[in-house]
């Protein structure tokens, strides 16, 4: 199974920008949108991010602090940290928030108890929707002053998505989650609407929940490491030829069929350095394990390109011996053959280099760039492909088929492929899933954790945090209980003699 990274490539799991607002004192962050868009998953990595820093409190309007437990995987850490406390507002006496001027008075009394306090109030409305209309205003602009006061650091999650309320005015970090269906498929973004003070790099993002935590995803970029290794091959299968990537093998159910057509089709406005490095980084497996590559790339490809790339992974010898990239220009490369554009003749010249990689043993990868071969030998090609597709199923060797966007042959080309996949961006992000077999959205991210370029799917669509448990199995105790109040409890008086309360335990 693909699992869910802990956080995004650099380590953050909230975008740079907003961690500049988040080391202040005395702020607002208000969370925005749609039931089930993601707030409370948010509003708790937040707090996650945060608590080491002083007294924390979670309060909840809507739900028991138990059920969270089923939302967010840190749950139970939090919950176990004596500088954190979980409350539920469903435990009290509703009537208590009535009057305006209480809650806040209340609030004030509270994080004047706290060292450098972190709330977190999910939702708002379970608490102001008790109070008056015409005392609300007055109760949201009071809070400003609390916060300037104690220098707390309050995160509201609200469920509305209405812009220019007086919490959007006073709010220092305004944060919106969406959630959408695209070609039948689920994502989620993050829009930053506001941060005040902090340059907006970009104010919208992708983020996923799977796993049980909130991990934003950032805009693709390449750059090599300073320190290179030597790539480390994902072993092959009698069945399957790896792609390099685990996780990509494990998409496809143990990675590429041997024998199979394979299509990825590029949507969008792709970075060339993507539509070249995705390749190139899945071929390296092929390379590394002693088989062949012969590659018809693009007509703006220089194959000196692929030389240098690969050569900081592989060994000269070893590209050398596997590598074949046939173009229609002079190059000097010892890989390098140069096509004539007569078709006849250069399948001649293609099978005879195919014909010599198979007497060695070889498996091989045929690549193949469709808009070069469209624009070289006219519609026509599609018979060129649909041989070539045949003798790989023959020799169980594999055709990848490189379509740019808009071409004409990409749909004849889907018919004949096993495997049909697509290369695309949302916000910068590379964006990656399967038509054939059909899967959810993944966010396709480079690591050089090894020294060597792997990709990395991370599941933009829910998995389960949970995974079902054998029969009889106990449950996972949790370190909080639900607190039956007595109706005269006063809340935050409650939860401020809970945290005097642990403060002793943890000086004795």
């Avoid at 990595?45 to 309007?61: K, P, Q, R």
């Avoid at 004849?412 to 495997?419: D, E, F, M, P, T």
């Avoid at 995974?467 to 006063?490: T, Y």
């Amino acid at each position: 199974m693909i699992e869910n990274q802990d956080a995004s490539a650099d380590g953050r799991s909230v975008p740079p920008e907003l961690e500049a607002v988040l080391r202040r004192k005395g702020y607002i962050l208000l969370v925005k949108g749609d039931t089930g868009t993601g707030k409370t998953n948010l509003a708790l990595e937040l707090m996650a991010h945060l608590h080491s820093e002083g007294d924390a409190v979670h309060i909840s309007t809507r739900t028991y602090p138990e059920k969270l437990a089923f939302q967010h995987a840190l749950f139970p850490k939090l919950a176990g940290e004596r500088n954190v406390q979980f409350f539920s507002t469903l435990e009290f006496d509703p009537t208590q928030f009535v009057v305006g001027h209480k809650v806040v008075s209340g609030l004030h009394e509270l994080l004047s108890n706290m060292e450098n306090p972190l709330v977190v109030l999910d939702s708002w409305e379970g608490i102001s929707d008790y109070i008056p209309a015409e005392a609300r205003m007055k109760v949201e602009q009071s809070l400003m002053a609390v916060l300037e006061e104690t220098g707390a650091r309050l995160i509201l999650v609200s469920e509305t998505s209405e812009a220019n309320t007086t919490l959007d005015q006073l709010a220092d970090a305004i944060l919106i989650l969406r959630q959408k269906v695209i070609d039948d498929r689920r994502l989620r973004e993050l829009e930053i609407r506001k941060l005040r003070g902090v340059p907006i790099r970009q104010d919208q993002y992708l983020f996923t929940l799977a796993g049980g935590r909130f991990q934003y995803l950032e805009p693709f970029t390449f750059k090599l490491p300073a320190e290179t290794a030597t790539f480390r091959p994902v072993r092959n299968t009698e069945t399957h030829m790896s792609t390099g990537s685990r996780d990509l093998d494990a998409l496809l159910g143990g990675g590429v069929a041997r024998g199979s057509t394979v299509l990825l089709e590029i949507r969008g406005d792709v970075p060339f350095e993507a539509q070249v490095y995705v390749p190139l980084t899945a071929l390296l497996n092929f390379l590394a394990t002693n088989n062949a590559v012969m590659m018809f790339p693009y007509s703006d490809f220089d194959p000196k390109r692929s030389r240098l790339f690969a050569t900081q992974f592989l060994s000269e010898d070893m590209y050398d011996a596997n590598m074949r990239v046939f173009t229609t220009d002079r190059v000097e490369d010892p890989v390098a053959i140069k096509f004539s554009l007569d078709m006849s003749k250069d399948f001649e010249m293609w099978l005879e280099i195919y014909t010599r990689f198979k007497n060695q043993g070889k498996i091989i990868w045929k690549v193949m760039a469709l808009d070069t071969v469209e624009n070289f030998y006219g519609q026509g090609v599609m018979d060129f492909l649909a041989t070539v597709a045949a003798r790989v199923a023959v020799n169980r060797d594999i055709q990848s088929i490189l379509a740019r966007p808009n071409l004409e042959l990409t749909e004849k080309v889907a018919n004949i492929s096993q495997i049909h996949l697509v290369l695309t961006t949302r916000w910068g992000t590379l964006v990656f899933y399967c038509v054939k077999p059909r899967t959810g959205f993944y966010g396709l991210m480079f690591s050089f954790s090894n020294g060597y370029p792997e990709f990395k799917l991370i599941p933009l669509q829910d998995v389960p945090l949970e995974k079902e448990k054998p029969a009889g199995e106990p449950p996972v105790p949790l370190p909080v209980h639900i607190r039956r109040r007595a109706p005269q409890s006063d809340f935050f008086e409650t939860i401020t003699r809970s945290i005097q309360s642990s403060k002793k335990r943890l000086i004795a």
